[in-house]
């Protein structure tokens, strides 16, 4: 088969971590006898140096037009990057809340894998963590307290603010129908996150998970509320597969569940819509402090171009391949930089690259 990934390297180390996704990609590609064709676009300061703005019209219509894109990441330093004199809304991460309202991508997917050769760098103590963790945050992006009206006012001379939290069935149907597919293509385990002994919106969420779970009999379904499950998550991790849950719970969870795996680096994500399209890009920023240096960990960026593979091109068994090529480099010891340690062999992006393309 061929596929048209839209590629956007962006700013910063952007584009040395996008070219090492690209080579990995390569690897499957050779091996499973698929081809990939890129369509480079720019975006964030990128495009802002070329065309004045963050995302063009015909950039976003390039990557609708694609089966996926690959992104690295955008932006720069404020105070030193001239992008940032530019009004809010033309300013390098403009481009992202473009592309993804422009997709309409309304799941966000996070995984949190912990690596066993990178155990001392989980915050956890050792028998939490156990034989180790492999979890999913699915989070609903385009509704909830973040999009709802807000205002803030003052009333009898006291100033008060209000966030409306909103959700519609139909808004909580598709990510739970996410939410269930996703947990298919693993331990078919789902534990949906809610506030319902206090929220109308979370008790309209439980009601309509379960009926969803019931075209999923394969899959079994749990409510936690969102307290619990910030508490479980550092108590006994291993027990979640894929957390189901609305945008600003998620928000919240999906940053906690990465950071006791402890590495940026290691770390992607994935953004879909209703259609196969999706965004992939590694959960970590643009890190301009080290870009041009060889330095920048590829993994995230790699592990997030396997995702692509399973969720847009639902080719599994290509990701696995790139999934087990990466610990395959990570138990010969290699490491970059950001996740070295005593004993290990330290290389650069590239040569992490390289590496795990010639394992796939
Ligand atoms: P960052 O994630 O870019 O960097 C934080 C720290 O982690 C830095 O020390 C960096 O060197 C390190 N780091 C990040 N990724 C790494 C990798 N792959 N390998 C090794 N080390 C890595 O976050 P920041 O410094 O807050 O932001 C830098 C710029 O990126 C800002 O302009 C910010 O707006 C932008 N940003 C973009 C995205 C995105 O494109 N999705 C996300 C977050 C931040």
Known sequence: MNYNVAVIPGDGIGPEIVAEARKVLDAV?????????????????????????????????????????????????????????????????????????????????????????????CPLRDDIIGDGFDMIVVRELTGGVYFGDRKTEEIDGVVTAVDEMKYSEEEIRRIAIKGFEIARKRRKNVISVDKANVLDTSRLWNRVVAEV?????????????????????????????????????????????????GSIGMLSSASLGATKLGLYEPSHGAAPDIAGQDKANPIATILS???????????????????????QVLAEGYRTVDIMSEGQKQVGCKEMGDLIAARV
């Open 213 to 261: 779970a019931k075209e999923y009999p394969d899959v079994t379904l749990t409510n936690m509320l969102v307290d619990n499950c910030a508490m479980q998550l550092v108590k006994n991790p291993r027990q979640f597969d894929v957390i189901l849950t609305e945008n600003m719970f998620g928000d919240i969870l999906s940053d906690e569940a990465s950071m006791i795996t």
């Open 29 to 121: 590609g050779e091996r499973f006898g698929h081809t990939f064709s890129y369509t480079e676009l720019l975006m964030g300061g990128a495009s802002i140096d070329v065309h004045g703005v963050p995302l063009t019209d015909e950039a976003l219509a390039a990557a609708k037009a694609s089966d996926a894109v690959l992104l690295g990441a955008v932006g720069g330093v404020v105070g030193k990057d001239s992008w940032y004199e530019l009004p809010p809304n033309l300013r390098p991460e403009a481009g992202l809340l473009a592309i993804r309202k422009g997709l309409e991508l309304f799941a966000n997917l996070r995984p949190a894998y912990l690596y066993d050769e990178l155990r001392a760098a």
């Open 305 to 327: 171009a396997a995702m692509m593979l399973r969720y847009s091109f639902d080719l599994d068994q290509e990701a696995d391949a790139v999934e087990a090529a990466v610990k």
